[in-house]
């Protein structure tokens, strides 16, 4: 109801000077009889058969009116690139901007199908090397393996960043179609984390950082590729900013199914942590060790979101970081 008495309204705004004209006529009708003497009731009866005919006619032109408005409407919410199905013109001023309108939107629909040409070829490029530069970096920690140095301990564990960087880049490039690639299972929870684990033993010993385990007895319904790799970064982080003290890993005692990774590092600023999930965003901590991409947490967070789990964070300066995993699914299958 208050849409038809908005566009009522807005029909009388737009017909006001015609309305205007016609109560203008009528009174010069009635000056006129005045003056002449002339019988009231012809000059009634006249004005009454010209108010049904303008009446008439004005009725029907806000049923056109109201309906194009209803149908503009339709087309606005329902938009989509393709030929927009228009209320036929009322003349050829309307018929102008109609056809405007569907130049623009055919104009709209190449640019689109450009972008989306070149985004795919991107893609497709990124990808395969994503996947080449990881044959160079296998064979080069092959060469390391000959021979056990200081030096070829330290070059090792800068490939391994490397490889870290490389797959992050396949998961971002990967996640605009992620829901092609998953593979909804139910999984033990205990074997994901511990292959997880494994691949960052070396930078646990390095570094000296104590690994605090209790086993996850716990099945999750979830991707076993996409949330380990948000279980890695994760771990990455930890270590990356842990110079000291333990890693631990725990199942949260009063919230299902929720994953607990907890460190003593160097911690996150309070007003940094509502930001952290940010694309892009390094806080005090990425400004300082000047390597940070902003890219990991924001990842880990889209990843979590389309597989029905959730991710939080709690910090202190000095004290730690505390990361819960949210492994509960209710509805794996949510955009």
Request: net charge neutral; glycine share 4%; proline share 1%.
């Amino acid at each position: 109801m208050d849409n038809f008495s908005c566009v009522f309204k807005e029909f009388l705004k737009k017909n006001i000077l015609l309305i205007t004209l016609f109560l203008l006529s009528y009174i010069i009708i009635f000056l006129l009889c005045f003056l002449y003497s002339v019988n009231f009731e012809i000059a009634i009866y006249f004005v009454l058969l010209t108010l049904a005919l303008n009446l008439s006619v004005g009725l029907y032109r806000f049923i056109r009116f109201y309906y194009k408005h209803n149908k503009l409407q339709s087309i606005i919410e329902n938009c989509v690139i393709s030929d927009l199905d228009f209320v036929k013109s009322a003349n050829v001023i309307e018929d102008d901007y109609q056809k405007l309108v569907k130049k623009f939107n055919k104009l709209l629909e190449q640019t689109i199908t450009q972008k989306d040409t070149v985004y795919e070829e991107m893609t497709d490029y990124y990808t395969i090397w994503a996947h080449q530069i990881k044959t160079p970096i296998s064979a080069t920690n092959l060469l390391l393996q000959t021979e056990e140095t200081s030096l070829n301990y330290d070059i090792s564990e800068q490939l391994f960043r490397i490889e870290q960087y490389v797959e992050m880049a396949l998961q971002y490039l990967r996640m605009s179609n992620m829901s092609n690639d998953l593979l909804i299972k139910t999984y033990s929870l205990d074997s994901i984390v511990k292959k997880s684990i494994k691949k960052f033993a070396k930078l646990f010993i390095r570094k000296r950082i104590t690994l605090e385990y209790s086993d996850l007895n716990c099945s999750v319904l979830t991707d076993e590729k996409w949330i380990q790799f948000v279980i890695e970064q994760i771990l990455s982080n930890s270590l990356k900013y842990t110079n000291k003290g333990k890693i631990s890993i725990y199942m949260d005692e009063k919230l299902s199914k929720t994953l607990v990774i907890e460190d003593t590092g160097i911690g996150i600023e309070k007003e940094d942590l509502p930001r952290v999930f940010e694309k892009g965003f390094t806080g005090y901590n990425g400004r300082e060790d000047k390597k940070s991409t902003g890219i990991g947490l924001f990842l880990c967070k889209n990843i979590v979101k389309k597989l029905s789990h959730t991710i939080s964070i709690e910090s202190e300066v000095s004290v730690g970081t505390k990361i819960r995993l949210g492994l509960e699914t209710l509805n794996i299958f949510h955009e």
